[in-house]
């Protein structure tokens, strides 16, 4: 025992004593325990918060029932929108004085009352407050699918309004397994996507940085640690000892990464956390489930961290000779696999152009993204003997040294460029997404904000002369009855309202066309039109009530002239007189896909930012064991030169060109993999300028690295003594 503890301690202090390439690798490790712990945590997390959700709905989800015997409450939802978002406003009664309210209610509302969800309360910079009534509470967090959801619970102040609606609004109470969001709230929720969209987010835009990431970071300091473990099995070491120093080397950095991270995760389930782009609170409480978890991931990532960085020496390479041997690279067989497999999820899934066939797509590009780096390894071995081979016949020293240590090191370059690669093909993806999800929204917005709310369209259950009531608290803003007749859509009201569309040559007793009876139609009343969705050469007007009795076949317009405060006096009047009524612009209840659609791009952009801090990690590190290493390995040059000149030029024939070929390569990959994308559907674009400047950002990245190398190379040659002989 005391032997094991002795190669541990061993490991922590070699690595101590590593210089910088040991300090790189150590804060690496530590970074990328701390981002596969968070990684991790955040899939607990979306898991357990996605079960808690659903068992809030099945607790609050209504009962249904055709029997008015059994029934203890009336239950009826109308759609609401607010501020581009939708919402649930669920009209309810008691039958049975000792029935339970839904969850997160104390008590019923009485006539006119209303409980807003705390969202609710703030959304729309407070307009919903008064807008449904009295309100006399807030909905309780049991009572809410998730905490900043838009539902509202109310009690219509006209007496006998359900027995006036053709829908089945009888309840035997709440409570009912399994439910699904578009059972019943069809309204908040109608824009959501399945939570597989989110798994796909999530493994795509922070798993698969976090695994390249931890690839790189391993494989940092990587010369240093190669002799040791040489220099152990030299001395007969045993193998568990070479690993036991390894493994010394990574505990403390990966043990500090860990258990930051789990304090970090901890928090998470004491206090709410607000996500910074969606705005989305994670209920502390939801987290509290999983928290028990916390120590077995702990344990967890840190034997994951440390068995990796071991992994590589645990079967050393077996010599029958002391005499120098080349190693033999391997055919790579499984690299290609896997890239064919990409290829071909890839391809299915633009077949398919559909929503499975997107997740084969993306599925396809994770695994495309991933073999990429390692694609580009094998290639900057081949371009490393070309490049040693030109430079040998021309007589360039430079060239040849920097060719030959290439081809030597191919997987050095693959490590280098995995974060590059990685993140060009998530930044490509990413901004046909977005492009895809925010155009509709864009121009829904601007026909929205064009015609500034001026018809509002109002649906009611019920007697449709309460409409009368509802013009009459109107009567400063002109209103219409609309309805259809003769495949033509009829507008009637009495004559003050009709010459809002413009001067009459009489004011019409029968349906008459509407362009028969106003020659010059004013760009205000076009664009009421438009918001209905209609043209003047459609629509007819009469100002002789049409005597409809059927509410199902008559919709009131009202005329606003006074933008959003002339809105919210028309929502608050119909929720007092209309009782169970229905209210859209409908441009702006179009524009309601759209904007939620355009939502998408911010839990993207959520779940990219742990995935962002990967790619970073990766470039870092890579980039400080390469300077290290190169530094390191042309330190006997100083022999026979020492001049800048000829470390720079060494310096960029074995990373600026390689680099330089590998951006092109995965310029035109992710090229491939965007059009792929755009040909499923959904219309969007490609930046062809984005993924250019990509591929001219891995290039320049790599003549920066060439320089900085080369100026830390000549610095060691001129301080290089020989040791050891």
């Avoid at 649930?88 to 019923?108: K, M, N, T």
């Amino acid at each position: 025992m005391s032997r094991h503890l002795t190669m541990l301690r061993l490991g922590h202090r070699v690595g101590r004593a590593s210089g910088a390439s040991g300090l790189a690798h150590r804060f690496g490790l530590f970074a990328a325990s701390f981002l596969v712990l968070m990684v991790t945590w955040s899939l607990f997390a979306v898991n357990a918060s996605l079960e808690a959700r659903q068992e809030r709905q099945d607790a609050r989800s209504p009962i249904l029932t055709d029997q008015r015997q059994e029934a203890v409450a009336r239950w009826l939802e109308r759609p609401d929108y607010a501020d581009g978002e939708a919402m649930s406003v669920i009209f309810i009664e008691p039958l049975s004085p000792s029935a339970s309210p839904p969850p997160g209610l104390d008590r019923w509302p009485e006539k006119g009352e209303v409980f807003l969800s705390p969202q609710a309360v703030k959304h729309a910079g407070g307009e919903l407050v008064s807008r449904y009534g009295t309100m006399v509470g807030t909905i309780g967090r049991q009572g809410l699918a998730e905490p900043d959801e838009l539902l509202v619970y109310t009690r219509s102040p006209i007496d006998g309004i359900f027995d006036e609606t053709t829908h089945n609004t009888f309840v035997s109470g709440f409570g009912r397994p399994q439910s699904q969001f578009l059972d019943y709230f069809a309204v908040s929720h109608q824009f959501e996507r399945s939570p597989t969209d989110l798994w796909v987010v999530l493994l795509l835009f922070t798993v698969l940085p976090a695994a390249a990431a931890l690839g790189v970071v391993v494989r940092g300091g990587s010369e240093l640690r190669d002799r040791r473990i040489s220099m152990l099995e030299a001395l007969g070491a045993s193998r568990a000892s070479r690993l036991l120093v390894v493994i010394g080397e990574a505990a403390a950095p990966v043990a500090a990464g860990s258990l930051l991270a789990a304090t970090f995760a901890w928090a998470t389930t004491l206090w709410d956390t607000t996500l910074p782009f969606t705005g989305h609170t994670v209920s502390a409480d939801d987290l509290g489930r999983v928290r028990l978890w916390l120590p077995i991931l702990v344990v967890a990532t840190a034997s994951l961290v440390t068995g990796i960085s071991a992994l590589r020496y645990a079967r050393p390479p077996k010599r029958t000779s002391t005499r120098p041997q080349q190693t033999k690279t391997t055919s790579g067989r499984t690299t290609w696999i896997l890239c064919g497999t990409g290829s071909a999820l890839c391809l299915y899934g633009t077949w398919r152009a559909d929503g499975p066939g997107r997740v084969f797509f993306f599925l396809g590009a994770v695994l495309v993204l991933g073999v990429l780096p390692s694609l580009g390894g094998r290639l900057s071995g081949a371009l490393g003997s070309a490049i040693a081979s030109f430079s040998a016949r021309r007589g360039g020293p430079a060239g040849l040294i920097a060719g030959r240590w290439l081809a030597a090191r191919p997987v050095v370059l693959a490590v280098l460029s995995a974060s590059m690669i990685v993140g060009l093909g998530l930044t490509t993806l990413g901004q046909v997404v977005t492009s895809q999800l925010e155009g509709p929204e864009v121009v829904a917005k601007r026909l929205a904000g064009a015609t500034d709310r001026n018809a509002v369209l109002i649906n009611a259950s019920g007697d449709p002369s309460r409409f009368d009531r509802l013009r009459k608290d109107l009567a400063e803003q002109p209103s219409v009855l609309m309805y259809s007749e003769n495949d033509r859509v009829v507008l009637s009201g009495d004559c003050t309202s009709l010459a809002f569309f413009g001067s009459m040559t009489a004011c019409p007793k029968k349906s008459t066309a509407l362009t028969d009876v106003t020659k010059n139609i004013g760009p205000v009343p076009q664009r009421a039109l438009a918001v209905l969705g209609l043209t003047s050469d459609r629509v007819s007007v009469t100002s002789t009530p049409p005597g409809i009795t059927d509410p199902e076949r008559v919709s009131l317009v009202v005329f606003n002239n006074e933008g959003d405060a002339g809105a919210d006096r028309i929502w608050a009047a119909a929720y007092r007189t209309l009782g169970l009524p229905m209210l859209e612009v409908p441009v702006e209840s179009g524009m309601l896909g759209a904007q939620a659609r355009a939502g998408y791009v911010k839990w993207v952009l959520d779940a990219a930012l742990m995935g962002l801090a990967a790619l970073v990690l990766a470039g870092m590190v890579g980039a400080a064991s390469v300077f290290d290493d190169q530094a390191r390995g042309l330190g006997p040059v100083a022999s026979f030169r020492n001049d800048r000149r000829f470390y720079v030029q060494v310096a960029f024939w074995n990373l600026s060109v390689p680099l330089a070929v590998v951006g092109v390569g995965a310029g035109a990959a992710t090229y491939v993999l965007g059009q792929m994308l755009l040909s499923i559907g959904d219309g969007g674009e490609l930046s062809a300028g984005l993924v250019a400047t990509g591929s001219l950002s891995i290039a320049l990245g790599g003549l920066v690295v060439a320089v900085v190398c080369g100026e830390i190379a000549v610095r060691r040659a001129r301080t290089w003594r020989p040791t050891g002989d």
